[in-house]
């Protein structure tokens, strides 16, 4: 599959800046712009290069981190966990400094999310998770060197086996898990890197960093 043969809703890999797609998340993202006006407020595109072998997927924007900064897991504590991770694994090179501009990049690796606009409350509606399906789709197939996922979190998960036709129940969720995929990829299941997790001790660092090893040894 190429990305020639994938149309979106708006003619792009990324959603444009005012993506007009879901209502309930438009009008949030139009409370969050009067609110904070200095800010990201838009649709947060993937990071890190198309030519990456391993893309790494998680949920949606954080209000106060990818929504604020324009850069997925950017600004918030998952992304310290998650970008210090894919430096010690050789996946990224400069110092993370939570900011889009602080020079850090990926190396081999890439970063998005299954709905590419804040939610309210952090929970996307099954609607907006259609609604962003083709994004996450022709991403993938804009990926010619793409040989493993990392979903980074349960919703994660299930929205790459929606976005594949694939049965949950065939591919169960599990921290370390790894699922064949139809044309030759894997995919990887984490707990999601959040506070909540780490602070709880559902999620380790050496848990997190087993899985990523995982990742790169079945990929």
Excluded at 122 to 136: I, T
Excluded at 153 to 174: Q, T
Aim: aromatic share 8%.
């Amino acid at each position: 599959m190429t990305a020639a043969a994938i149309t979106t809703p708006t003619g792009g890999l990324e959603p444009p800046r005012d993506c007009p797609l879901c209502p309930r998340l438009v009008e949030f993202r139009t409370i969050n712009r009067a609110a904070f006006p200095d800010r990201h407020n838009a649709p947060v595109p993937a990071f890190g290069s198309l030519d990456a072998r391993y893309l790494f997927i998680g949920l949606a924007p954080g209000l106060r981190g990818a929504n604020w900064s324009g850069r997925p897991f950017t600004g918030d504590y998952a992304g310290d966990l998650l970008y210090a991770t894919l430096k010690t694994f050789g996946l990224a090179q400069g110092d993370y400094g939570a900011r889009p501009d602080d020079g850090f990049t990926l190396l081999n690796a890439r970063v998005t999310n299954a709905v590419r606009c804040v939610p309210p409350e952090n929970k996307p509606l099954p609607a907006e998770f259609k609604a962003c399906r083709p994004f996450l789709l022709a991403e993938m197939a804009a990926m010619p060197n793409l040989r493993g996922l990392f979903a980074i979190g349960r919703n994660a998960h299930d929205a790459v086996l929606s976005l594949l036709d694939l049965r949950k129940s065939a591919h169960p969720f599990a921290h370390g898990a790894v699922h064949a995929l139809p044309e030759g990829q894997v995919l990887v299941d984490s707990y999601h890197c959040s506070r909540y997790n780490t602070n709880t001790g559902r999620l380790t660092e050496a848990m997190f960093h087993q899985a990523v090893k995982t990742l790169l040894a079945a990929a």
